[in-house]
Nanobody, 126 residues
């Protein structure tokens, strides 16, 4: 069964750190781009970071640049989102999505990016 699953969310204080994992099963994630998205209560979903196939291109939302890092562990079929210096405005459900080989510079889901996880809640307390 082809699927991706997020883990690693939780409750942290402002300035804290979390690492989200997106583990793929049923296919080789290394052949695909992987995007991280988030949706805060009452807000639209937004792109946070994306890593293209072969890690050639990496994009970040401006507000997370310098604080978040997306990376790939090819042996583990996993993509991570390291989140440092967390702020209350980072509070959201975080989703990973894949299925396309490319990322969009605007961090919109690209065509074919049809495989989504169920999400992992990140709460940053002030």
């Amino acid at each position: 069964q082809v699927q991706v699953a997020e883990s690693g969310g939780g409750l942290v204080r402002t300035g804290g750190t979390l690492r989200l994992s997106c583990v793929a099963s049923g296919f080789n994630l290394n052949y695909y781009a992987l995007g991280w998205f988030r949706q805060a209560p009452g807000k639209e979903r937004e792109g946070v970071a994306c890593i293209s196939r072969d890690d050639e291109f990496i994009y970040y939302k401006d507000s997370v640049k310098g604080r978040f890092t997306i990376s790939r562990d090819k042996t583990a079929n996993t993509v991570y989102l390291q989140m440092n210096s967390l702020k209350p405005e980072d509070t959201a459900v975080y989703y990973c999505a894949t299925g396309s080989q490319h990322c969009s510079e605007t961090l919109r889901p690209t065509d074919g990016m049809n495989f989504w996880g169920k999400g992992s809640l990140v709460t940053v307390a002030s």
